[in-house]
T-cell receptor, first 117, second 111 residues
Framework: GAVVSQHPSRVICKSGTSVKIECRSL??????MFWYRQFPKQSLMLMAT?????????EQGVEKDKFLINHASLTLSTLTVTSAHPEDSSFYIC?????????????FGPGTRLTVL | DAKTTQPPSMDCAEGRAANLPCNHS???????VYWYRQIHSQGPQYIIH???NNETNEMASLIITEDRKSSTLILPHATLRDTAVYYC????????????FGKGTTLSVSS
């Protein structure tokens, strides 16, 4: 199957700092990537859809100025949490759409655990 | 996308088949049924998907009823490593549509 990586896997930062999370498709080109977050004991919540070379589409209630998404190439999307606060602590997961592989299946990265102190 | 209904939890003995049901009575003609699972603190893992026909791969089998209103994911010989949350998701066949996750079924496999 297709492989998606994320970096870092875990990050701890102070309140007010910015954190960048990278999502890479390792063996396929992804024109579309998705960002989710997951709070403890809850399901994944879609944050935004990222298309290569264009602006991301954010879900209702997700602040686009706080969660900056850049999809500059067909294999890399980044999520920057700006001025992070403790309530932003969560498990952030990206996925990439693999066109032409098994009917547009999404493959997920291993996730990034963000803890804001 | 059509909504799905899954039992919140199920138990299965190691080595036995695990049959996970999913109800999707409002599914429309161009929507696929996808199954993913999430092992604790990891990203979701793709298992299988189908449109109308039953499907089988190295991980599982997917049985879709003729009216497409429900489906069952079958893990033929469950192991302890199959303990996870299993998500049944109905999604449009339109390219680029995101997966929307419900609460899923927590499957506990015990020895």
């Amino acid at each position: 199957g297709a492989v998606v990586s994320q970096h870092p896997s875990r990050v701890i930062c102070k309140s007010g700092t910015s954190v960048k999370i990278e999502c890479r498709s390792l063996d396929f080109q992804a024109t579309t990537m998705f960002w989710y977050r997951q709070f403890p004991k809850q399901s994944l919540m879609l944050m935004a859809t990222s298309n290569e070379g264009s602006k991301a589409t954010y879900e209702q209630g997700v602040e686009k100025d706080k969660f900056l998404i850049n999809h500059a190439s067909l294999t890399l999307s980044t999520l920057t949490v700006t001025s992070a606060h403790p309530e932003d602590s969560s498990f952030y997961i990206c996925s990439a759409r693999a066109p032409g592989l098994a009917t547009d299946t999404q493959y997920f990265g291993p996730g990034t655990r963000l803890t804001v102190l | 996308d059509a909504k799905t209904t899954q039992p919140p939890s199920m138990d299965c003995a190691e080595g036995r088949a695990a049959n996970l049901p999913c109800n999707h009575s409002t599914i429309s003609g161009n929507e696929y049924v996808y199954w993913y699972r999430q092992i604790h603190s990891q990203g979701p893992q793709y298992i299988i998907h189908g449109l109308k026909n039953n499907e089988t791969n190295e991980m599982a089998s997917l049985i879709i009823t003729e009216d497409r209103k429900s489906s069952t994911l079958i893990l033929p010989h469950a192991t302890l490593r199959d303990t996870a949350v299993y998500y049944c998701i109905v999604r449009s066949g339109q390219a680029g549509t995101a997966l929307i996750f419900g609460k899923g079924t927590t499957l506990s496999v015990s020895s």
